[in-house]
């Protein structure tokens, strides 16, 4: 139908019959823009079947059950210590859970919409993912679950589960930084010679930390942007508590160091980095 108006068109207009010919090729060739596709249908299931089948799990511990009435006190004091202590690994494979759940969510929600990820062996794993989306919401629920089912069943120390949450906690601040960054183009540049850094270079200027820099190429002068500095305070406010906390999870100094050791490594070589902007005078935070 729309050929034929094309057609009805070209009819009233003064054209030679070789202009028509290639208007017509032109018309036939072209094609729609491709629809985008929405990330959310993949996003929104996952989270909501996976959060409801938490929910079921909770409601249905399998895990805890009533004492047995026992007359020997030894027996009966050794029943109520191991009951206590399944109760206890319940609760910590529980929280285990909803942070994968929580981590998972936002890790698809970062990998689907961060802009910098455009190399095409990244386009090409996306829409793999997004061709099995269907068996992804329907498979995540069970392997949260199978992961809490052999937490259980090889009753792991609560030692362990405590530094699993841990580094839960570590990681899900890791990805909501990515998740408040995913809108960056990664593209950062001298405002004198406009000079692209690279990411070697990037992470040279953010473990500096100094107020004025230094262009490599142009040597001229550099300033942190003002949204860099606010940002770069709001990140030294989540890392302080972290470190301070870090005790009362009662892990050994040498995990809680390699943890923490961890965390900072990767907040100044792969989130601060997300953030950074780079001005020819010094702004001023208010």
Known sequence: MIKEKWQQELTRLH??????????????????????????IVIAPIFV???LFFLYLMTNDPFVSPLNQASDPVTESYETEHSAEVIRRGKHVAIISLLLILNGVLATIVFFTMKRWQKPKIRKLRETV?????LLIILSPFIVYAIGSLIQMFEV??????????MLIIILQIVLLFYFARNTTGEVCCPHCRHSYSKKEQIKMVCKL???????????????SRKYRQIIGGLSMLISPTIIFSSSFGLPTTLTILCL????????????????????EEEFLL
């Open 15 to 40: 054209l030679t019959e070789q202009q028509k010919i290639n208007l017509m090729q032109t018309i036939d060739h072209s094609k729609r823009p491709k629809r985008q596709k929405n990330w959310t």
């Open 49 to 51: 079947f996976t959060a």
């Open 130 to 134: 997004y061709r099995w989306r269907y």
């Open 157 to 166: 120390a609560i030692q362990w589960l405590k530094l699993s949450i841990f």
């Open 210 to 224: 100094k107020m004025e820099l230094r262009c490599p190429m142009c040597k001229e002068k550099l300033f942190y």
């Open 261 to 280: 050791v961890f965390y900072v490594l990767t907040m100044f070589l792969v989130v601060m980095p997300l953030y950074l902007e780079l001005t020819e």
